[in-house]
Nanobody
Framework: QVQLVESGGGLVQAGGSLRLSCAAS????????MGWFRQAPGKEREFVSA????????EYSDSVKGRFTISKDNAKNTVYLEMNSLKPEDTAVYYC???????????????????WGQGTQVTVSS
């Protein structure tokens, strides 16, 4: 089991940057693949970015590719999402998720993740 707490959200102007953090506690951080999803009002939760279990591979949704970067610090049990060149359409609640299945591939589906944080709001103004 793992508990996840996101932080770093806020209000930013279009073109700006934010860095989200997800701190994990409980079971060893290295036992999980970690990812980020987001959900805008009235929309389905969508994949943003994730590592595979080992952490050597990562994926990004087409909408954020080239603008967002996922990283992690195993010693701190923390995963990050660096968001650059933010657009108003990036406005959403961002969720950190942990996948206990030790896949070699990156999980990009919501139902592949077992644990979720409460989310952190990111609002990008135009």
């Amino acid at each position: 089991q793992v508990q996840l707490v996101e932080s770093g959200g806020g209000l930013v102007q279009a073109g700006g940057s934010l860095r989200l953090s997800c701190a994990a506690s409980g079971r060893a951080f290295s036992s999980y693949a970690m990812g980020w999803f987001r959900q805008a009002p009235g929309k389905e939760r969508e994949f943003v970015s994730a590592f595979n279990w080992i952490g050597a591979s990562r994926e990004y949704s087409d909408s954020v590719k080239g603008r967002f970067t996922i990283s992690k610090d195993n010693a701190k049990n923390t995963v990050y999402l660096e968001m650059n060149s933010l657009k108003p359409e990036d406005t959403a609640v961002y969720y950190c998720a942990a996948d206990q299945t030790r896949r070699l591939r990156v999980g990009v589906q919501e139902d592949e993740y077992d644990y979720w944080g409460q989310g952190t709001q990111v609002t990008v103004s135009s």
